[in-house]
């Protein structure tokens, strides 16, 4: 009787963490059988993914460029089952944001050029059509910082040259705002239509509709800027990077009162909520570089895994926009949509 043939089994995946990426991201996949009889080959869609760690039940693979969702492991002449993770689409390059890009409620991405101090650039802003990439919006602001919109689609920009905060109408029409907010960054309203602006320096200025300026909280100075944004109870987060690299999220309530909401991030910059209340934040986290998602629990875990991520922002679809110190990505990772786009 002729002697058995023994087929080694395909590997198997059983855990991707985290499972969105932007290219130079890393992926943690988890499984059996990935190195039985050599050393096993990534794949993310039609491109071969560099390992850095690999063994029988462990791989972690960087994500290459032009990469897709369609993950597989081969190890001999087998090939595991088909693994989806959310790659991230380049939108745009050759930018310079330092914070979150900005999003209409058309589903338009705005974005900067900030450049280093004192640098003019060509543009300041540019809008960024998924269909058609990045075109020119706004120009003559030296250092643009953060971006946001009020309810009835202007756009308000800070620069951190000279603390003025400008406003822009759809058209590209701009206007100073307000002057004298210090080294202005990071910049968000609240649901009665205030402006709040953070000085790098460690203040956060509350600017009303009629322009009246208040100093409504202090928090510790950053070397690089404050980030803003609201959460759905009406307390304003912050994040700004220190020397440490255990910094934190803090929680200023409506009175001015600012506690930590999280500690344990390493240079947490940018930062947006979800429909369900979940914060995200640019920033590592054990060691890893991404979004950190933050639960309404201060439950914390790596949600996309990339390189030189410095803000995101939600479209009106739910899909999660990343800015990088050059870049633009589209992540398509399953958040419910965030509100109704209006018709035009």
């Known amino acids: 009787m002729p002697p058995r043939k023994i087929v080694a089994p395909s590997p198997m995946i059983s855990q991707v963490s985290p499972e969105a990426a932007i290219p ?14 050599s050393r096993p080959r990534v794949m993310l869609g039609e491109q071969s993914a560099p390992i850095v ?10 994500v290459p460029d032009l990469a897709s969702g369609e993950l597989t492991i081969t190890s001999g002449k087998n090939t595991s089952p088909a693994w989806f993770c959310d790659i991230g689409i380049s939108l745009a390059e050759g930018l310079h944001p330092v914070s979150s890009p900005a999003v209409d409620s058309f589903g338009q991405i705005f974005t900067t050029f900030s450049g280093t101090r004192g ?14 990439g990045a075109r020119p919006f706004l120009s003559d602001i030296m250092n643009a910082t953060a971006l946001a919109f009020d309810s009835n689609g202007i756009l308000y920009i800070s620069s951190r040259n000279d603390g003025t905060v400008y406003e822009a109408s759809p058209r590209g029409e701009m206007s100073i705002y307000v002057e004298g907010m210090g080294v202005a960054t990071g910049l968000a309203f609240d649901q009665n239509e ?3 602006v953070g000085d790098r320096s460690g203040t956060i200025f509350k600017i009303s509709r009629d322009r009246q300026i208040y100093v409504f909280a202090t928090v510790e100075p950053s070397i690089a800027a404050y980030h803003l944004a609201f959460g759905p109870e009406g307390y304003l987060y912050v994040t700004g990077p220190t020397t440490s690299s255990y910094d934190c999220v803090h929680r200023i309530s409506r009175e001015g009162e600012v506690e930590v909401f999280y500690r344990g991030l390493g240079r947490p910059q940018g930062l ?3 429909i369900l209340g979940n914060l995200y934040v640019a920033a590592s ?5 991404g979004v950190v998602r933050l639960t309404p629990d201060r439950e914390a875990s790596l949600f996309v895994s990339g390189p030189g991520i410095v803000g995101l922002a939600f479209t009106p679809t739910g899909a999660m926009i990343v800015s990088t110190t050059n870049s633009i990505y589209r992540l398509e990772v399953g958040i419910p949509p965030q509100i109704l786009p209006q018709k035009p």
Do not use: C, M, T, W
């Open 285 to 289: 986290h054990a060691g890893r570089r």
């Open 24 to 37: 130079g991201g890393e992926l943690r996949i988890r499984g059996k059988g990935f190195a039985k009889d």
């Open 119 to 132: 640098q003019r650039s060509p543009v300041s802003v540019y809008r960024i059509d998924p269909a058609e």
């Open 272 to 274: 947006a909520f979800d």
């Open 194 to 196: 205030n402006l709040y």
């Open 53 to 62: 760690v690999g063994s029988d039940s462990l791989v972690i693979a960087r």
